[in-house]
């Protein structure tokens, strides 16, 4: 089935670094969501974006929905230990959710 | 409970047994999805219900793989003659419908059930 490009696939970073991921698609999509999944557990939402070109934070995350409706970037600021997980952006055009690979984010005190 | 519940969590079987995944959505929630994980890989989407309707089974991988919610609440996966391929975790989300409403609504995931298949 169809998945998302999402890169980069693994990070190694120390804490209180800034993290940036992104995702692509070759296909249009009216939303773009960004999901993090720990251990033995489903994906957890961590932000949605509706409109092309806009541009939401939740606390250290921020989250851009590209303007080509394509793509969509998430940043995490002051990373800390427990930002470790796998990070997934995902898209609607209808119902069903179309997830990228994951990014495997892990942080070192 | 408050969240999306499913079991069993961990299930193993025989290559050619048949499995049933259950899933409890939460209370009040209209939509239903199934989606499935391999190792490494994001979640794929396999089926969708609205209340008892299957509206959606386009990312069943096979025909042997079938989905059923008869009275709109809990959902059964079921797989026959299970294959070493079918190992993977299955994820149910469920979300509150409502229509004619363009912003997204929530999925709300189970923790999955890992199958594992020998």
Not at chain 1, 45 to 63: C, D, M, V
Not at chain 2, 78 to 107: H, M
């Amino acid at each position: 089935g169809q998945q998302l490009n999402q890169s980069p696939q693994s990070m190694f970073i120390q804490e209180g670094e800034d993290v940036s991921m992104n995702c692509t698609s070759s296909s249009i999509f009216n939303t773009w969501l960004w999901y993090k999944q720990d251990p033995g557990e489903g994906p957890v939402l961590l932000i949605a974006l509706y409109k092309a070109g806009e541009l939401t934070s939740n606390g250290r995350l921020t989250a851009q929905f590209g303007i080509t409706r394509k793509d969509s970037f998430l940043n995490i600021s002051a990373s800390i230990p427990s930002d470790v997980g796998i990070y997934f952006c995902a898209g609607q055009r209808n119902t069903p959710l179309v997830f990228g690979k994951g990014t495997r984010l892990s942080v070192i005190a | 409970g408050a969240g999306v519940s499913q079991s069993p969590r961990y299930k193993v079987a025989k290559r050619g047994q048949d499995v049933a995944l259950r899933c409890d959505p939460i209370s009040g929630h209209v939509s239903l999805f199934w989606y499935q994980q391999a190792l490494g890989q994001g979640p794929e989407f396999l089926t969708y219900f609205q209340n008892e309707a299957q509206l959606d089974k386009s990312g069943l991988p096979s025909d042997r793989f079938f989905a059923e919610r008869p009275e709109g609440s809990v959902s059964t996966l079921k797989i026959q003659r299970t294959q070493q391929e079918d190992s993977a975790v299955y994820l149910c989300a469920s979300s509150f419908w409502l229509p004619g409403l363009a912003i997204y609504n929530e999925q709300f995931f189970g923790p999955g059930t890992r199958l594992t298949v020998l």
